[in-house]
């Protein structure tokens, strides 16, 4: 390929992670259509519901109201940047921040294109021994291991229509919502692992609307880190199908060899993108198996006049 008409572009750690934004739908769509939207006068943050053994609360990321760089932030230890013609990839590559090398700084691509209108795609990620995402299209994500991550994303329109040198920033929003166990009674010495089974929502995604492509529910498996005696306190990812989206959720309690020791069914639990759901309650104690209901009395609002 012809060198002039070729274009290095150098995506600067300027690629600062949005974890703020009131409204995640919100500060998404600034990134993705680049369009202001008016701010919301009302935050229904938190909601709190009580559910006969287990108690759901949803609310902020502790970390929504800042934006971190990627270096700075450790909950992204990967980084996939990619840009298409269409349909048709033309770059693509990933960065590990374990693994980057000490001129290296994670966050900052240096790269060269040919002259033409592009769509940016980047992806920010917790990865962990064993994950692999893969990015397929500007529309198809998917995690194919075990569990989704705490997952981030960006999409933007990079035209390129000179041979003068480009730099490219982008800011990436949250896009998972999050689900936190903790439990209100003390690990047995036989319980291993938890598995939370998901009725809805998804490990595929669309990297442009941050929404799952698929709808069918998962499950994972989860290591228990307390000691035993000790309450614990476990965390499971997953994509919504649309902003807020509500399902059922089942979480067992194993041992070792993978028998159930306790099932409890929590039905209707809320979720919203770029919110923390929480359920407490007894997983290691109170039966063999465990029925839940959804108590229909709420908290009052809380509203926030700006």
């Given amino acids: ?54 108690s759901q609360t949803q609310e902020d990321f502790p970390e929504t109201r800042t934006t971190s760089t990627p270096n700075s932030y450790s909950g992204v230890k990967a980084m996939i940047l990619a840009f298409y013609s269409g349909d048709t990839e033309v770059y693509k590559t990933t960065q590990f921040k374990g693994s980057m090398g000490e001129t290296e700084t994670f966050g900052e691509f240096t790269l060269s294109l040919p ?25 198809q994500a998917a995690y194919s291991s075990d569990r989704p991550r705490e997952t981030f994303s960006a999409t933007q329109t990079v035209n390129i229509t000179t041979t003068e040198a480009v730099e490219v920033s982008a800011t990436l929003s949250r896009i998972v919502s999050k689900l936190q166990i903790v439990s209100t009674d003390g690990r047995t010495d036989d319980a291993a692992n938890i598995r939370i089974t998901f009725s809805a929502g998804g490990k595929a995604f669309n990297p442009t609307t941050g929404l799952a492509t698929v709808n069918t529910g998962f499950n994972n498996t989860l290591s228990i880190g307390a000691k035993v005696g000790n309450t614990s306190n476990s965390a499971a990812y997953l994509f919504l199908e649309t902003d807020e989206q509500t399902m059922n959720v089942t979480i067992e309690t194993l041992d070792a060899q993978g028998n159930t020791i306790k099932s409890s069914a929590v039905n209707n639990v809320s979720f919203k ?15 063999v198996s465990s029925s839940f209901r959804l108590a229909t009395d709420w908290l009052d609002d809380t509203v926030i006049n700006f």
């Fill in 1 to 54: 390929m012809n060198d002039k008409i070729m274009k290095k572009i150098v995506f600067l750690a300027g690629l600062t992670l949005l974890m703020a934004a009131s409204c995640s739908k919100e500060s998404f769509n600034e990134v993705t259509n680049n369009t202001p939207e008016v701010p919301d006068t009302v935050t229904l943050v938190p909601v709190h519901v009580h559910v006969s053994d287990f």
């Fill in 273 to 287: 993108r770029n919110r923390v759901t929480k359920l407490l309650g007894r997983l290691y104690t109170g039966g």
């Fill in 115 to 139: 002259i033409g209108k592009y769509t940016m795609i980047v992806l920010g990620y917790g990865y962990f021994d064993g994950d692999e995402l893969t990015l397929t299209s500007p529309t």
